[in-house]
């Protein structure tokens, strides 16, 4: 926060040599604890170096946010692990990074080793796999205290749970004995970050710390460090592609790509007046809540045009925020028999497996899609919205209700019996990584529906696949590529291109865009956009993103532990929701922009407490 | 549950290049778009132990088959295993001398109390050990391959039964059915297409011996088959309305080729150990057929008067083991997608230095500079055009 009005840098240096003079003297009041100069970062691959970061140069102050943009492959990551030497073994880094007065780059292993943890922690992307699933995580956060600092166990114990106080966990003396997978994605993160803050580091990297959680969970954890970075002194370098989330922390932005800085400023220049291409390109890819501007009403719940105080009471009192009974707002059902997909009163289980009982994801669901509208299904993890998205193809059986794809019952169908009916359902996975066979040339994973059902073989199935291949904007060369040989939004691109090679009536899209870089993501899904009016396709777009959701669907639903609770056109919904879920859902998206973003933050906790205002009363 | 997934694969170096239309000095570099067969290859050419031990099997098999001679077909040796012959040097010592010129003399590898040449003999006995392990490690892939793949896809009932019976044939001990089989078929009263019966021995004993040790791989390709399944591109295959079988085979099978094969490999060195220590006990082949095992078997009692009546059997059961571990440790390390070669320091200095003479920035050593100096201009990145900072 101190450095936010600060200049740190004059107009028209072009330098960042005479950067990192200027910061030097505006920091004279606190000396930076880390100083980067000039880092780079190497990678030997195949038979030469590859340069991942380049030039690398910045100062970072006790209590400041540090953001580091870029896509992934930029060098963002790579850059900050070099400093605690956590490069992969054919890594090198050069240049220079101070800490206080140590030299980072180039410290021998034993010596390093107590730099980590004790001055310099990391909050890793995937608490889940960052937490060691056999040990509970009170005694994972007491060894990292026990490791670094001469203590009792007595005394270690009674220094995590304070820590644990120190993230909000809520009784922590009953989740010190808890395993990694008792918690919630959410609490795994804020026992990371407890584990991290065990040292009082001087400087925290924050890897990526939201991507893998929902947007509420999100929301909370952006909020848990902003109060940290009060109550500990330490310096935070934040690494993120999500423009949205650096608008809500940093104190200074920089934005990287390819490995070197193409931009630095504080988050106010970045955001109100980006001067890059690249930045500017970033930030435009960023979905923005309430798109679909120029329909009547079109402005987003809680953005700046509307009497916020207002609309909350109100809604409150409508629906009580344990409702599980469905909101229909006007047009929210359409009016026909003729549908691309029908589930009406449908229940879907896991089936039982062994011992473990069946599990019940959803819950008598009604919903309707017309041929060729893009319906959006809305919803945090464990929602049951993927579910359906599998059930309507089959993979999962509907044991109640009815469950029909243009006309075809799928409910209480076997496998064999439902060949017939995948001609007609195209399915994009939400990990493109993970769902194209990696042993499989690309060209035959497009093919084998055409193999498999329209027994396409030799030149005829060539043709086609090649151009299915020119329709999702690839080269047709790549057809005899591997999986892994593609980058994330290429394969992605071939994933929707199976999916379409049958030229199916409805596509089941399940979180297609999740898995990649918000500029990625864009280009992905104009691609969609324009595929769905060429092809005319219906579509079930599952995505917990509820700004990505608007900018693709007509008709927008939400879902919460498999009750469907609201649905309605997208505009509508998106502007006037009145289930106090989705009220909260729209409330946590952040918005690339600091001063909305600020706005957004205290309306965002007026609701919350009014919510448990109301629930108390 | 609809959220976590397995992190996409990492790319060569933890964060790769992800943007579509820019591609990285790393994505045009692989743009030859290598099939993943032809990366195994080039990964296994590099696998210097695998490519000698492919060498020196290759070589092995080859002066076996042609010394002695395949079936009806004759070798180029002037002695075969069986005819007696005058005894050369004293007690048949090896004929083979340094002494001017180098000559290998008559019988080069000696000769046994009788005078039959040890050469000729070690050769037909490779023959036979090499056939062994060969019908061995096919009768093992396909039992395993097929029982572990059935189990591991349909789990359930199925699975049940197909391990229970596995755990069945764990227990059978290989000894005890190597002497019955040789009981049975040893004796000479049977003939079959012409030949004795004992004469399919080898390949008999091949079958049975890998009827009973494919069970370890079955239970590794269970294991492997059930966690592909749950893998995405299986429910994607199955969207596309691929059936059963062709998930199995076409999708499954060969994402687990590399534990397969790798096993199978260390199965036939496994294997050609079990049926040199079955021959040696008298339980395996008998004579008149010959191996390598059963070489030494029989000539147990001679160890002290005529030692290279072991060295050489013993030696070529050496190479061949070894030679089949190393390929089947250099398949292992060629089908890892994470193994990396870590370059060696001299090749990285090399690159520095070429990258150096090239005029492209140096890579500077890291800079110790004390830490008392404040912060100045002294480095400025050579890319100033790309470079700017917040001009506010």
């Known amino acids: 926060m101190s450095q936010d009005e600060q200049p740190t840098g004059g107009p028209g240096q072009t330098d960042p040599a005479g950067h990192a003079d200027s910061a030097g003297r505006t920091a004279t009041a606190k000396e930076p604890i880390l100083s980067v100069k000039d880092l780079s970062v190497r990678f030997w691959v195949g038979d030469e170096w590859f340069t991942a970061a380049e030039g690398l140069t910045y100062d970072l102050h006790p209590g400041e946010v540090l953001a580091i943009v870029g896509e992934s492959g930029s060098g963002k990551s790579q850059s900050s692990m070099s400093l605690m030497g956590l490069l992969p073994r054919n890594g090198r880094a050069s240049g220079s990074a101070r800490l206080g007065h140590r030299e980072l780059v180039g410290l021998a292993e034993e010596r390093m080793q107590r730099v980590r943890g004790n001055e310099i922690s990391v909050i890793f992307q995937e608490p889940m796999t960052a937490l060691n699933p056999v040990y509970t995580v009170g005694f994972q956060i007491v060894e990292t205290l026990r490791v670094h600092t001469v203590m009792g166990p007595k005394q270690a114990k009674q220094e995590a749970l304070r820590l644990m106080r120190l993230v909000e966990i809520p009784d922590p003396e009953d989740r010190f004995n808890a395993f990694p997978h008792q918690l919630s994605g959410g609490q795994r993160q804020r026992i990371m970050i407890a584990q991290a803050l065990a040292c009082q580091p001087k400087l925290l990297i924050a890897d990526e710390p939201t991507t893998a959680l929902d947007v509420t969970v999100q929301a909370e954890i952006l909020k848990l460090m902003r109060e940290l970075r009060e109550k500990v002194d330490a310096g935070i370098i934040l690494i993120t592609h999500d423009m949205g989330v650096v608008a809500d922390m940093a104190d200074r932005i920089l934005v990287m790509k390819q490995g070197r800085v193409v931009e630095e400023g504080t988050a106010q220049q970045i955001f109100s007046a980006p001067q890059h291409p690249y930045t500017r390109q970033l930030l435009d890819a960023v979905p923005h809540l309430g798109s679909r501007a120029g329909e009547p009403g079109a402005t987003a719940f809680g953005s700046s045009g509307q009497d916020v105080e207002l609309e909350y009471v109100d809604d409150l009192a409508a629906i009580p925020l344990e409702s599980n009974d469905t909101y229909e ?289 | 549950m609809s959220t976590t997934h397995d992190t996409p694969p990492a790319s060569p170096f933890g964060s790769g290049p992800d943007d579509a239309d820019a591609p990285t000095a790393i994505e045009s570099k692989e743009d030859a778009g290598l099939s993943q067969g032809a990366i195994v290859r080039r990964k296994f050419f590099r696998h210097t132990g695998a490519m000698v031990s492919m060498i020196v099997l290759g070589l092995v098999a080859l002066l076996a088959f042609t010394a002695q001679g395949v079936g009806p077909i004759p070798g180029w040796w002037i002695h075969n295993h069986v005819s007696s012959g005058p005894v050369v040097n004293p007690g048949g010592a090896p004929t083979w001398t340094l002494a001017n010129p180098f000559s290998l003399g008559e019988h080069p590898f000696g000769q046994d109390d009788i005078g039959r040449d040890n050469f000729a003999r070690v050769m037909k006995g490779t023959q036979i050990s090499l056939m062994v392990m060969v019908i061995i490690g096919a009768t093992a892939l396909v039992i395993g391959t097929t029982i572990g793949a059935l189990a591991g896809y349909y789990r359930g009932w199925l699975d049940g039964l197909l391990m229970r019976i596995t755990d ?129 078997n029989e000539y147990q009692s001679a160890f002290s008067t005529r030692p290279w009546l072991f060295w050489w059997a013993g030696l070529f059961i050496i190479i061949i083991a070894l030679c089949v571990n190393f390929i089947g440790d250099g398949l292992r390390d060629a089908f890892d997608p994470r193994m990396k070669a870590i370059p060696s320091q001299r090749k990285m200095d090399r690159a520095d230095r070429r990258r150096a003479a090239a005029g492209g920035t140096t890579v500077t050593a890291a800079t110790t500079a004390s830490a008392a100096e404040p912060p100045d201009g002294g480095s400025a990145p050579s890319d100033g055009d790309d470079t700017r900072k917040g001009e506010l």
């Open chain 2, 168 to 296: 069945g044939f764990i227990i059978v001990p290989t000894i005890v059915v190597g002497a019955i089989l040789g009981k049975l078929i040893g004796g000479p009263s049977f003939s079959f297409f012409g030949l004795p019966l004992s004469s399919y021995l080898a390949p008999m004993l091949g079958l049975v011996l890998g009827g009973i040790l494919w069970t370890g791989l079955a239970r590794l390709v269970r294991g492997e088959f059930m966690a592909l399944r749950e893998r995405e591109f299986v429910d994607s295959a199955r969207v596309s309305g691929a059936g059963d079988f062709r998930i199995m085979f076409t999708h499954i099978l060969p994402n687990s080729v590399g534990v397969i094969i790798v096993n199978t490999t260390l199965l036939m060195s496994q294997a050609i150990v079990l049926e040199t220590a079955l021959s040696f006990l008298g339980f395996g082949i008998r004579p008149p057929q010959i191996s390598l095992g059963q070489l030494i």
């Open chain 1, 329 to 617: 707002h006007p047009g929210g059902r359409i009016e026909t028999d003729h549908t691309a997909l029908r589930l009406a009163g449908a229940t879907i289980e896991y089936p039982a497996i062994g011992r473990r009982k069946a599990f019940r994801a959803a819950h008598s669901i009604d919903l309707a899609i017309a041929p060729g509208e893009v319906v959006g299904l809305v919803g945090e993890s464990g929602s049951g919205k993927t579910t359906i998205g599998r059930a309507a193809v089959g993979l999962i059986p509907v044991v109640e209700g009815s469950l029909t794809v243009g006309g075809i019952e799928v409910a209480g169908k076997k496998n064999k019996d439902l060949r017939e009916l995948r001609k007609t359902v195209g399915f994009v996975f939400q990990d493109p990584g993970s769902s194209l066979n990696p042993r499989l040339p690309i060209g035959e994973s497009i093919g084998e529906p055409l193999a498999l059902h329209e027994k396409l073989k030799g030149p005829e199935l060539s043709r086609r696949v090649e151009q299915m291949l020119e329709s999702v904007q690839l080269p047709t060369s790549m057809r005899n590529r591997y999986p892994h040989e593609l980058s994330g939004g290429q394969r992605q691109r071939i994933g929707i291109a199976r999916a379409l090679t049958l030229k199916p009536s409805l596509l089941i899209a399940d979180e297609p865009t999740s898995a990649l870089d918000v500029s990625v993501q864009a280009k992905v899904l104009t691609l969609f956009r324009d595929l769905q009016e060429q092809y005319g396709f219906a579509c079930l777009f599952i995505s917990h993103d509820l700004a990505v959701v608007e900018m693709v669907a007509s008709r927008i639903a939400v879902m919460r532990h498999g009750h469907l609770l609201e649905i309605g056109p997208s505009s509508d919904l998106v502007a006037q929701p009145r289930h106090p879920y989705t009220q909260h859902l729209l409330a946590a998206v952040p918005v690339p922009d600091p001063v909305e973003q600020r706005r957004r933050r205290e309306a965002r906790d007026a609701l919350l407490e009014a919510t448990e205002g109301g629930l108390a009363s």
